[in-house]
């Protein structure tokens, strides 16, 4: 806990305060500002039966006759200290319609982390212990194959064989332990190859360096190596990896929960844009830039106490969202891919 | 003069090594089934002369067979010429989504890289900002304001991968500039402008170019899971991931799932291989 460290932990929460208030910003100049309006659309609907004036105190109601810019103002203010707004729908607070599907959402992210992180371990311990020539060539053309497949492929598959043949589970009670668990493989699969593919770069180089010839030449196996020599060093960049993989977790989760008949985020998301239920869809976006952005900010900040090669003190202005402290990261294992794979 | 023989050296090797013959089976396989996917999508009657749209009831839910490669779906219509029309919606919108990412990810990088100073940290923050809404629900959001058709899809798709477009060119233009031959051009007397069209574009295009190849791929996949939750054209339009979707109404007849759901994963995996190939040889 040098200064050093204090000024860089320093600058980065205050990184992500202006991230945060800009995603805000962001989303609602999305939702308010791009052609279509479906408030007054869903009030107009001639089937609903409001009156102009009706419409006219509603719109004022929700102070939608503003300016857009008070209009955010307003919002934004509202969103600083917590209140998410009303939902336009049920007429319920946004805070507790988003409360109810959290708990099942970050159950189901969770244990989807946990299939990922355990299947990309696996992954890349076969690379480096089984014979070249078995096993390791498919192995290394696992995380590929993961990244290709659609995840709702996955999960339909995993239905059609666990549910409907083998009778593992019931489709009709989506909240039981296998049912959360497949939802967990059909979200966790795409992560896991990122988290596999960097962990093969990083244990590839360790185990070119020098002080793995040395250990080798020592007498010590291939196993033993690898758990006390290389795993430790190749670990570190999955610290990274995984925070910039919870905006796919939150992402994918819309449609494995689609997929698999869950009640979390995904549904309320699904459910608010059907029904054009714009308090609800700002509060579930700019939430989920609140988690990725804590999340991202732990990362980077428990980083440099994880690694004590990371220099903090010269450490230059970083690029957008990448990792703030240099990191001695082997070669650029990936294209820097964010974007989830659905 | 070491740095410009080594980054000018390598890009002429790599080009040399790509294109001398050296290409691994696998890619020749990939560039195949692109290239199949190519033809599908411009000349969908040649290759599925059945009606994609008009189904002979008779004849719902046959498995595949050799009149029906795909077998056939619950209004009799062939599985294969609906697959087959689809491709140019779910490709052309894969291809516009991509191109988004790259004009403007790319100019944002280009401006951020090249200017530095407060520029380069307001645009940083921008792609911050874009980063950390996460992307499939960006796109959600996005697509949901627009209106649900597999353009707006395309738009929304592009969008959401703008941010990791903007980081890679950003960082590639600031490693070219600080090679000597980019310094050698401005003590030359060349202008900025000519500095980034000249020597820090072409350096910086090949990692585009896989990014690129890669974003493509997951543009598929992100465009077909919009249209899986009904976000695309609806039907009887054919997207893969409208298919899918429709497919799996009917666990009786899993083809349905399985016919489209192998031609996505067949041309993704196709283009992951294309882009890991130009990356290693760059």
Redesign the interface.
Known sequence: MNASYLRFAGRRLL?AV???L??YV??FV??SV???DPVTNTLRNPENGFTEEEIARIVAYYGLDQPVVVQLWQSLSHFVVGDLGVSLRSNLPVTRLVAEVVPSTLALAASALAVALVLAFAVAYGTQNLPRRYGQGVLRALP??F???????VG??LI?VFA?QLGLFRVIEPDGAWATFFAAVALGIPVSAQVAEVLITGLDHESRQEYAAVARSRGLGQARLFAKHLLKPSSLPVVTVVALT???L???A??IE??FGRTGVGSL??RS?ST?DLPV?QA??SL??VV??VVNLLADLVYPLLDPRVRLDRAP??????PGPEQPTPEQPI???????? | MTAATTVVGSWRTASARAWSGAVPPTVLLSFAVLLVVLLWSLLPGVFATQDPVNGVPADKLLGPSAAHWFGTDHLGRDLFARVVHGTASSVTSALVAVTIGVVVGGAIGLVAGSAGGWTDVVLARVVDVLLAIPSFLLAVVIVSSLGFETVNAAIATGVSAVAVFARVMRAEVIKTRRAVFVEASVLQGGSRAHVLLRHVLPNASRSLLALAVLQFGLSILVIAGLAFLGYGDPPPASDWGLLVSSGKDYPTAPWLVYAPALVVVATVLSVNRISRWLRRTA
């Not at chain 1, 990244?147 to 709702?152: C, D, G, K, N, Y």
């Not at chain 1, 294209?335 to 659905?342: A, C, D, F, G, I």
């Open positions: 990184q202006v991230v945060v800009l995603a962001f989303t999305v939702i791009l052609p279509g590929s194959l990244l290709s497949v659609p995840a709702f492929v339909l598959l059609q409907f919870v905006g796919e939150l992402g994918g819309l449609i689609t997929i998301v699904q844009v054009q869809l579930v976006v989920a830039a990725f952005v202005r970083k690029a957008a969202g990448q294209l820097e891919r964010q974007v989830s794979v659905p």
